[in-house]
């Protein structure tokens, strides 16, 4: 199932999309405490991020929760997904994300993701998440357009 646009091709077969389709329960579940660790080790990693956000982070840890459950739907919708992923990049790009950012989000998002589902992650789901983080980023960085380069 391709989730394409400019230069980006990248395909998600029917398995993968299943089993990250699949992960989304354990997601929900623990998504208050995968948000809670990103967010933790984001701002530990990289503390000039932290005025890009909020003071109260529980609202913007559902979020995260939701645009991931969002993303996994739009690998059954790649019709859908250029546009969603246009408006979530240039919304990135108001709030002040760069380029730069995305790969720290992917890596630290993958790896809180990883302590959160504890026997439940394997190295497979581990691929399939960031391949699609990736994904989610570089449309997100292409809608940011080149000032942002």
């Known amino acids: 199932m391709p989730l394409q646009t400019g230069d980006h091709p ?79 990049g240039l919304r990135h790009r108001e709030l002040g994300a760069r380029p730069e950012h995305y790969p720290i989000v992917c890596r630290l998002l993958v790896h809180s993701m990883a302590q959160e589902f504890g026997e439940l992650w394997t190295d497979q789901l581990a691929f399939e998440w960031f391949q699609v983080l990736e994904l989610v980023s570089r449309h997100m960085i292409d809608a940011q357009g080149p000032q942002s380069r």
């Open 10 to 88: 990248v395909s998600a077969d029917a398995d993968a999309v299943s089993r990250l389709d699949a992960s989304l329960g354990t997601l929900v579940a623990k998504g208050r405490p995968i948000a809670a660790n990103f967010y933790q080790s984001l701002f530990a990693a990289h503390p000039s991020l932290r005025p890009l956000f909020p003071d109260d982070m529980s609202r913007l840890e559902r979020k995260l929760i939701d645009s991931l459950v969002t993303v996994v739907g739009l690998l059954r919708k790649p019709s859908e997904a250029a546009g969603i992923l246009r408006e979530m």
